[in-house]
């Protein structure tokens, strides 16, 4: 993330610029206008001042090669669907409710299959005339260590708390890790209501007052948070689920530009037999193509395919569409930025630039770690 002006970030929030300066002043900033730079923590904190998650926090950075959101563009955004991670205390079912929504209503982009060797750790499921796209969270403990690079790829939790088992400690430790991640919705998912002890009325009436006792407010019990009942076994609920997902969406008005040129994240990336280097990639903004020149992280390279989750070649992959990039010329990390560019010579350029950006951010660590070592000293 890169600083952005006050006017921007009340358009992320759909705030006025005035009540974002007015906010900053009462956080103790002075000389704060329209055009004042805002650095990311403190962009958070604004956030978190007004109650809100950022809904559309596009922080570009134009020597990248990207454009900025200002106010007349975000009107042209059309809504993109969500990106779910799926949450919870072990062996409640984040797996296996997983697996069931990747098998019931996958959608199946493209056309002839790409023989797929290694599933992309995303997919899309269709509601409607529209789809939620679920990331695989790499487990609890993996998002806990990369936490920073899976709340960037995600805008709604759904937390899984097992009906006959309730909140545990895993539960509450979920919940205090999306205090850190204001931009992060959560939904509870009361799962395996099908087992015959379970009466589904009590179990979330049951577990809606254990939430409370960690001051989280469900739905019916003064606050927002949406909680329904599932079972992955029998699929009851599947459809309240990701209607309710599809709802929170647009409560947290996720938008994006489906003509510009793509962005995304990086999920994974690979050397797969027969496809050489790969990059499987969330589409953030706009629409990525094939023969698309891609910067991802400090590598680039060239599309030579798109294939879609579902192991299909795909035309053209949008936004929020899990995707996997073949013709890497190199292996990006889960988490590195991908852009478009207009050459092969632009990407290197590029990658300079992002080469450089980290060498002086290394030195700036370094340099901090010097002088407090010589206060220290004194
Ligand atoms: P995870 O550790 O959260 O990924 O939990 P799993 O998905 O591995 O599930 C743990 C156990 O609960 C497995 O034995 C599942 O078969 C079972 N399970 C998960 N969801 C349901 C459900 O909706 N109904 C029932 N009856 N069993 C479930
Ligand atoms: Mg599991």
Redesign the pocket.
């Given at each position: 993330a890169v600083a952005v002006t006050v006017r921007e970030l009340a358009v992320a929030m759909s705030k006025k610029a005035r009540e974002v300066v007015s906010m900053l002043r009462q956080m103790g900033e002075s000389n704060v206008s329209p055009s004042f730079m805002v650095e990311p923590d403190i962009a958070q904190m604004v956030a978190k001042e007004f109650g809100l998650r950022t809904k559309l926090l596009k922080l570009r950075d134009s020597e990248l090669g990207r454009t900025r959101v200002t106010e007349e563009t975000f009107d042209s955004l059309e809504p993109r669907p969500p990106v779910v991670s799926v949450m919870?205390?072990?062996?409640?079912?984040?797996?296996?409710?997983l697996d069931a929504l990747r098998t019931s209503k996958a959608k199946v982009a493209g056309t002839e299959a790409a023989g797929i060797t290694q599933k992309i750790g995303a997919f899309s499921v269709e509601v409607k005339d529209s789809s939620v796209t679920f990331f695989d969270t790499p487990g609890h403990a993996a998002f806990k260590s990369m936490r920073h690079a899976t709340s960037r790829l995600t805008d709604i939790v759904v937390v899984?708390i097992?009906a006959d088992d309730g909140v545990k400690s895993q539960t509450v430790e979920v919940f205090d890790l999306l205090k850190e991640f204001p931009n992060l919705a959560p939904v509870v998912a009361v799962?395996?209501?099908?087992?015959y002890d379970v009466d589904t009325e009590k179990a979330v009436d049951r577990i809606s007052r254990q939430l409370l006792e960690h001051s989280i407010l469900t739905e019916g019990y003064g606050g927002e948070v949406p909680i329904v009942p599932?079972?992955?076994?029998t699929r009851e609920g599947f459809d309240d689920l990701l209607e309710t997902l599809l709802l929170q969406a647009e409560v947290l008005e996720l938008r994006a530009d489906n003509k510009a040129a793509a962005e995304g994240l990086v999920v994974d990336s690979a050397i797969v037999k027969g496809q050489g280097g790969v990059a499987d990639v969330l589409v953030t903004w706009g629409k990525l193509k094939p023969k698309d020149v891609v910067v991802a992280g400090t590598e680039y390279g060239k599309v030579r395919g798109l294939i879609s989750s579902g192991g299909k070649r795909m035309k053209e992959a949008g936004a929020a569409e899990p995707v996997r990039i073949v013709g890497m010329k190199g292996l990006p990390k889960m988490g590195d930025e991908v852009v478009v560019v207009a050459s092969e010579s632009e990407a290197r350029a590029v990658i300079a630039q992002r080469i450089k950006q980290q060498e002086v951010k290394e030195l700036e660590k370094q340099a901090e770690k010097l002088g407090s070592k010589r206060l220290s000293e004194q």
């Open positions: 919870g205390h072990v062996d409640h079912g984040k797996t296996t409710l899984v097992a799962t395996k209501i099908d087992q599932v079972s992955a076994v």
